[in-house]
């Protein structure tokens, strides 16, 4: 019995110091030593980068007074552009020619992206395009060629496509701003989610940001970067 408990002992303390070791090497990994992720940040409150712990968010009640179609829209699209463009910023340049996976899919229907997975780039050059093309459909006029494979835009390195992503942000912004109760419902042509309305245009508009911001999220946790809408202290953007 003795020698039974002894064995039992020295288990015991192998398992714990094992336990240990364990804990030590999963501590390595960069998705454990990082911050745990803040709370989940709702469309309806400010962006992360704006966010202050003093700052009161506004009621239901207060949104409601003075609500417009566009107000509601800018609402949730500031916040998609903190998310896509704060990921943009945070990957190193070396990593813009990054894909998960190579490989040629084949059968892809035509206007809806490239065979291959694109480069994290070519996500970022991609949104930035479509968002200057729904900028255009909702101004009345013809939106660039080709966003599916990236535009006509010449912008090619990490900093040129910043830019041109932050530009696109903003003629977007501008477009969707100019929704009103009056004109929401107005018929829009075009090649990108055309037709629609005026209301439905703008809805696309910010599906598509959040749709590649869901991408680019498994593009960097796969190079070990937690996106910057995900640490508990949201970085600001560098404009």
């Known amino acids: 019995m003795t020698h ?23 501590a390595q990994n960069p998705s454990e030593t990082t911050p745990p992720e803040h709370k989940r940040t709702d469309p309806q409150q400010a962006s992360p980068a704006e966010q202050a ?23 949730t699209f500031e916040f998609e552009e903190y998310q896509f ?18 490989g040629d899919y084949g059968g892809v229907f035509p206007g809806y992206g ?19 093309g729904f900028s255009a459909e909702l101004d009345g006029k013809t939106p660039p060629p080709d966003c599916d494979k990236g535009g006509p835009s010449p912008a090619k390195t990490r900093e ?13 912004k501008k477009s969707i701003g100019a929704t009103t109760a009056k004109n929401m419902f107005d018929p829009i042509e075009g ?14 508009a910010i599906w598509h940001v959040a749709d590649h911001y869901g991408q680019l999220v498994l593009y960097m946790r796969l190079n070990g970067i937690v ?5 508990p202290n949201p970085p600001k953007l560098k404009d």
């Open 4 to 26: 039974l408990l002894q064995k039992v002992s020295l288990l015991m303390v192998a398992l714990v110091a094992g336990g240990t070791a364990l804990h030590q090497i999963r």
């Open 53 to 75: 712990p003093a700052k009161k968010q506004p009621t239901a009640a207060e949104l409601s007074a003075k609500e417009t179609p566009a107000s509601a829209m800018l609402r």
């Open 85 to 102: 463009r704060s990921a943009a910023e945070a990957m190193p340049a070396d990593k813009y020619g990054y894909r998960p996976t190579q």
């Open 114 to 132: 490239p065979k291959e997975l694109r480069t994290f780039g070519e996500q970022v050059k991609h949104v930035a395009c479509s968002n200057f």
């Open 160 to 172: 040129e496509l910043i830019v041109y992503l932050r530009d696109s942000f903003n003629a977007l």
């Open 191 to 204: 090649p990108y989610a055309g037709p629609e309305t005026r209301l439905g245009m703008g809805s696309v």
């Open 227 to 231: 996106p910057p809408a995900s640490r």
